[in-house]
């Protein structure tokens, strides 16, 4: 849940900017708006709300009550780069994937090919947000 203070639409739009993956769903809707996306923990929320009608779907949001823990501890693996988590991609045919530069996968771990020969390629970021798509697209 995002509470926001009665503030003018514009001022609205820039916090949603300055909280929310906003560019990376916008990029993702252009070329795989039906993708299965795996984003940080607190943007499931918006990735639902916003390409849902897409046919998005999110891996977790922040209702953590309604998802198995297993698929819980699922993610915290994949987010941790622990052991067996290019295993967990693939297993959950993950599309997209959304983080913060901060993230623990951003530093190097997908600049490259995976153990199942997927690479993962950056087609956007900026301060706030990353996103990846499995397949390079074309220049």
Known sequence: IV???NTP???LDRAIE???PVAAIEVLGEVGPD????????WGGYVIWSGYDHGARV?????NDMYDQAILEDYSAIRAADDGWEQLL???????MIWPPEAVLTRGL???PLSDGTEWCEVFRDETQILYLPECLPD
């Not at 993708?35 to 607190?42: H, M």
């Not at 693939?90 to 997209?96: G, L, S, T």
């Open 35 to 42: 993708a299965r996306v795996l984003a940080e923990y607190g």
């Open 9 to 11: 639409a514009a001022d």
């Open 110 to 112: 997908l600049d490259g």
């Open 59 to 63: 891996f977790v949001d922040g209702r």
């Open 18 to 20: 300055a909280e929310f």
């Open 3 to 5: 509470v926001l203070p």
């Open 90 to 96: 693939e297993d959950y045919e993950v599309e997209a």
